[in-house]
């Protein structure tokens, strides 16, 4: 579901979403087991976004792990199973979907914990 003119647009002249997306189905190319996102969502619009969480979804239903790094809060609850957060470069918590609240998150990235 990239949206570009035709098959030659270059990849930099595709919206921030396009781009991600495109970014992302290299990566599916590849076959990998276990993908790290950095970021995935950052800067696109909301259908975008919508997009890769549903590609994301489909992945981890066909046995793909995904380590999800991100810097929005609610992303990360609505997205993941379990969460490792760090403090100046630790690991400094671990929680389950279960057992996160963006409190917790915060103490534990603020070294309050």
Known sequence: RIKAPDLETNIMNLSG?????????????????ILILDEPTRGIDIGAKVEIYKIMEELVMRGAGIIMISSELPELIAMCDRFIVFYKGKARAEFTRDEITEELYMQAATGIM
């Open 17 to 33: 979403g396009n781009q991600q997306k495109t970014v992302l189905a290299k990566w599916l190319m590849a076959d990998a087991e």
